[in-house]
Nanobody, 127 residues
């Protein structure tokens, strides 16, 4: 079973940067596409970025294109990790950020294909 644990959230000033990490210690998610989503109170969870199983394809929401970068490291002998580098942060980026793993090979990944979710990490951007 895929188990995802996010880290790296925190408080940052507008214009600053954060890097989120999502690790799977079970070494099984290297065959899954991975995505980052975010959610604020009272709103639906929204897509942020995705990366395919090999790391060769990425997809971004328009609101973060050019500011955020998703990447992944998959090694047989250690934890598999997906990252979200967030630059030029804005107050509207404030949210709980979740990583997720998706089955299948469709690209872009259909939202319903994300079946494993982490617990989330809070990102707060002050103005």
């Amino acid at each position: 079973q895929v188990q995802l644990v996010e880290s790296g959230g925190g408080l940052v000033q507008a214009g600053g940067s954060l890097r989120l990490s999502c690790a799977d210690s079970t070494r099984t998610f290297n065959t899954y596409a991975m995505g980052w989503f975010r959610q604020t109170p009272g709103k639906e969870r929204e897509f942020v970025a995705a990366i395919n199983w090999s790391g060769g394809r990425t997809d971004y929401a328009d609101s973060v294109q050019g500011r955020f970068t998703i990447s992944r490291i998959s090694r047989v002998s250690s934890k598999n990790t997906v990252y979200l580098q967030m630059n030029s942060l804005k107050p509207e980026d404030t949210a709980v950020y979740y990583c997720a793993a998706a089955y299948g090979t469709n690209w872009p990944v259909p939202s319903n294909n994300y079946v494993y979710w982490g617990q989330g990490t809070q990102v707060t951007v002050s103005s």
